[in-house]
């Protein structure tokens, strides 16, 4: 009934919150999606669905980033290395 779907609804919405809190954002995201299949009508939980694909995309252009820093970084390394051997060999 009503009182069952109400309580389910508020079991989702808190364990998907709780989830987000601790940054756990792909179990709150299907977690919220749970709230959403039971309350279609509600605004709350695709707005969450929302922020987090927003703070996903953030982290993964993050990382795709420091993985090209740390790529760079490593060229310019060898570069440097094959440069000092280089000179070592000239003398």
């Given at each position: ?71 760079q ?19």
């Amino acid at each position: 009934g009503l009182a069952e779907k109400e309580a389910a609804y508020n079991a989702a919405i808190a364990a998907a919150d709780n989830f987000r809190d601790s940054k756990t954002y792909d179990q709150a995201k299907s977690k919220y999606q749970e709230a959403a299949s039971i309350k279609p009508n509600e605004a709350y939980p695709p707005e969450q669905i929302a922020l987090i694909d927003g703070l996903l995309a953030e982290m993964a252009n993050k990382e795709a980033q420091y993985a090209q820093f740390i790529a760079q970084g490593d060229t310019y390394f060898s570069q440097k290395r094959r440069l000092i051997h280089h000179k070592r060999w000239k003398r």
